[in-house]
């Protein structure tokens, strides 16, 4: 006579089962999401609804999010090399994660020093595209989960083409299209070395730093960004 399995040992397992089954759906559709991403320009980001939803929150009325994708090619060189000098200077050679800047920031906390920031720029992209602003381990696990495939799937020419039309450059200002029209009046065709500094220049912190009313930080941070980028070789440094 067959024995019969008790419900209370089975349910486990089918939890498990579902359990599995989901993180297996959420692996399959994440991966599908970044290899879409390679090639169709995203519509917004995780960061812009946070902040459409802030505002919101806030009954902030006057409140316009601007956003323009723009294809790299029709991004002034400058630009790239500007964000590249301010932010992740090994961002050519590395492969999502700068071990030295990590084990640094890691030693000056034990120093006692509040641990800084050691993102590279794909770090960035991973969670500004898909994650919310925050310090928990389970946020700083899921940003290197897509960084590692956004490095595996993506050229580095695509993290840097979708790194600068996502990066917040102003308050509710996304990307080099909105940035350079509303900042300078003009394309991001025609951004020259000493704006594209200064775009750089405010990205620690861009609603407290101005690109249209630069302080002497910002002033000073921009001289440094193009001091370091002529220092890389210019803009011919990120050619592929």
Known sequence: MESRKSPRRSL?????????LAA????????LLVLILRFVPPLTSAFMIERRMEAL????QDFTLRYRWTPLVEVSANLPIALVAAEDQKFPNHHGFDV?????????AEDGARLRGASTISQQVAKNLFLWNGRSFVRKGLEAYFTAL?????????????????AEFGDGIYGAGAASA????????????????????????????????????????ANWIERQVRQLGGADWLEP
């Open 12 to 20: 486990p397992r089918r939890i498990f089962r579902w359990l599995g």
């Open 182 to 221: 509303h900042f300078f009046r003009n394309t991001p065709a025609q951004l020259n070395p000493r704006q594209c500094a200064l775009l750089a220049a405010v990205l620690p912190n861009p609603r407290k730093l101005h690109v249209e009313r630069p302080s002497a930080y910002v002033q000073r941070r």
């Open 24 to 31: 297996l759906l959420w692996i399959a559709s994440s991966v």
């Open 100 to 108: 030295d800047a990590i084990q640094s920031a890691l030693a000056e």
């Open 57 to 60: 929150i806030e009954g902030q």
């Open 150 to 166: 956004i490095e595996l799937l993506w050229p580095k020419q695509r993290i840097i083409e979708v790194y600068l039309n996502i």
